[in-house]
């Protein structure tokens, strides 16, 4: 139990050094974006939010098509608990989306390809944990829910490949996005950066929310068998 304690704690204090250094980078290191100015600067937070909402989606998919395979609760008790961290995630990038948006598009909302699939795919996973907490039978809406988190996945790609296939508003990607979509080198460091930095803040939120889910089921086995 100690051990366990002591690596949760190692990977919080990893997650902080990086988030300061992330906050510095976007915030001192990374040059004034010339055309929007400072607002600009939301972008190494809006893409960072995304990649990590797509990671944790994934990783539902993923633990639910083994859940179904194997019936093992803890596939499950993974699934769910990456389901909570994208959503959070997800609600980042929608939020600070239209903040970015507001002084570049002067509106905050248009029913862009990206925009609306990123608000879909809101929807699908927020409609997930729904399914999860009212349905009766916990063991049936656990396969529900793991099917309908296996289908809702097919929506990432979508939302990745929208400023591809449709003509939209949404800048164009900055990584392998073709000619013009190239930053200045210490924009795709700070960028880059993040990316790494988020992906360590995901991975320490899913083994603390895991954690926590993992010890719920446990107190309750211990209720029942009393």
């Given at each position: 139990m100690n051990s366990i304690r002591s690596s949760h704690l190692v990977l919080i204090i990893l997650t902080f050094i990086v988030i300061e250094i992330a906050l510095y980078l976007s915030f001192l290191y990374a040059p004034t974006e010339s055309t929007m100015g400072d607002v600009q600067r939301i972008f190494y937070f809006h893409v960072p939010s995304a990649w990590a909402s797509f990671l944790a989606f994934f990783i539902v998919c993923?633990?639910?098509?083994?859940?179904?395979?194997?019936?093992?609760?803890?596939?499950?008790?993974?699934?769910?608990?990456?389901?909570?961290?994208?959503?959070?995630?997800?609600?980042?990038?929608?939020?600070?989306?239209?903040?970015?948006?507001?002084?570049?598009?002067?509106?905050?909302?248009?029913?862009?390809?990206?925009?609306?699939?990123?608000?879909?795919?809101?929807?699908?996973?927020?409609?997930?944990?729904?399914?999860?907490?009212?349905?009766?039978?916990?063991?049936?809406?656990?396969?529900?829910?793991?099917?309908?988190?296996?289908?809702g996945f097919i929506d990432v790609p979508i939302v990745y490949m929208s400023i591809r296939w449709w003509r939209t508003l949404h800048p164009a990607p900055v990584i392998a996005g073709g000619e013009g979509s190239g930053l200045a080198p210490e924009m795709f460091r700070t960028l880059m950066f993040n990316l790494f930095a988020f992906s360590i803040l995901f991975i320490t939120l899913l083994v603390l929310s895991y954690r926590i889910s993992t010890l719920e089921k446990q107190l309750q086995a211990l209720k029942h068998q009393s």
């Amino acid at each position: 139990m100690n051990s366990i304690r002591s690596s949760h704690l190692v990977l919080i204090i990893l997650t902080f050094i990086v988030i300061e250094i992330a906050l510095y980078l976007s915030f001192l290191y990374a040059p004034t974006e010339s055309t929007m100015g400072d607002v600009q600067r939301i972008f190494y937070f809006h893409v960072p939010s995304a990649w990590a909402s797509f990671l944790a989606f994934f990783i539902v998919c993923a633990a639910s098509i083994a859940f179904l395979r194997t019936g093992k609760a803890h596939w499950d008790r993974l699934a769910a608990s990456s389901a909570e961290i994208g959503v959070l995630f997800i609600t980042i990038v929608l939020l600070t989306g239209p903040l970015w948006a507001k002084p570049v598009w002067n509106v905050y909302w248009t029913w862009d390809a990206r925009l609306t699939t990123s608000l879909v795919l809101w929807l699908i996973y927020i409609a997930y944990l729904m399914v999860r907490n009212y349905t009766t039978d916990p063991e049936r809406g656990a396969r529900f829910a793991a099917v309908f988190g296996i289908i809702g996945f097919i929506d990432v790609p979508i939302v990745y490949m929208s400023i591809r296939w449709w003509r939209t508003l949404h800048p164009a990607p900055v990584i392998a996005g073709g000619e013009g979509s190239g930053l200045a080198p210490e924009m795709f460091r700070t960028l880059m950066f993040n990316l790494f930095a988020f992906s360590i803040l995901f991975i320490t939120l899913l083994v603390l929310s895991y954690r926590i889910s993992t010890l719920e089921k446990q107190l309750q086995a211990l209720k029942h068998q009393s």
